[in-house]
T-cell receptor
Framework: GQQLNQSPQSMFIQEGEDVSMNCTSSSIFNTWLWYKQDPGEGPVLLIALYKAGELTSNGRLTAQFGITRKDSFLNISASIPSDVGIYFCAGDTSGTYKYIFGTGTRLKVLA | DAGVTQSPTHLIKTRGQQVTLRCSPKSGHDTVSWYQQALGQGPQFIFQYYEEEERQRGNFPDRFSGHQFPNYSSELNVNALLLGDSALYLC?????????FGPGTRLTVL
């Protein structure tokens, strides 16, 4: 099935460092969502983006809807051990909540 | 608010069998979608129900079918199970744009 390109695939960082990840597509999206998934759990919504250029924060997390509408970025500032998990982007092209997911970025934080 | 709930949590079936998974959406949500997540992959859209009708469908065979009830809860049925159907099945509900996921049902096909 179709999936969005997400990078990096995985990353190890030191506690306190900032993290950046992105998601790209060849298609234009109307909505971008960012989720975090812990092992054995369902994805938990972190941030929702609704229009091109939008920059939205949720605590230490900041996400942006790319101007071209074909990409999105997620930044985590001052990472902590509980940030460990898999981060997924998801995009909707039709406005009907049929989301295409990225391949995931696996984050590991070293204390 | 209980959020999205799914049952059962885990399920083991053998090839050729049939399975039914259940989902109760978040209170106030009227749209239910089902996703399949294979190990190490992102979720893949199966189909979506709104007003008891299948509104959209992903690239999944007819062995995958569903239903939505008047109280917005939903079932996912898979017939003639294959080994490749082993995955985490996620139910998601929505009222507006953002979609909320349940914890999933882990299906193992032996």
């Amino acid at each position: 099935g179709q999936q969005l390109n997400q990078s990096p695939q995985s990353m190890f960082i030191q506690e306190g460092e900032d993290v950046s990840m992105n998601c790209t597509s060849s298609s234009i999206f109307n909505t971008w969502l960012w989720y975090k998934q812990d092992p054995g759990e369902g994805p938990v919504l972190l941030i929702a983006l609704y229009k091109a250029g939008e920059l939205t924060s949720n605590g230490r997390l900041t996400a942006q809807f790319g101007i071209t509408r074909k990409d999105s970025f997620l930044n985590i500032s001052a990472s902590i051990p509980s940030d460990v998990g898999i981060y997924f982007c998801a995009g909707d092209t039709s406005g009907t909540y049929k989301y295409i997911f990225g391949t995931g970025t696996r984050l590991k934080v070293l204390a | 608010d209980a959020g999205v709930t799914q049952s059962p949590t885990h399920l083991i079936k053998t090839r050729g069998q049939q399975v039914t998974l259940r989902c109760s959406p978040k209170s106030g949500h009227d749209t239910v979608s089902w996703y399949q997540q294979a190990l190490g992959q992102g979720p893949q859209f199966i189909f979506q129900y709104y007003e008891e009708e299948e509104r959209q469908r992903g690239n999944f065979p007819d062995r995958f079918s569903g239903h939505q009830f008047p109280n917005y809860s939903s079932e996912l049925n898979v017939n003639a199970l294959l080994l490749g159907d082993s995955a985490l099945y996620l139910c998601a509900s929505s009222l507006e744009v953002a979609v909320v996921f349940g914890p999933g049902t882990r299906l193992t096909v032996l």
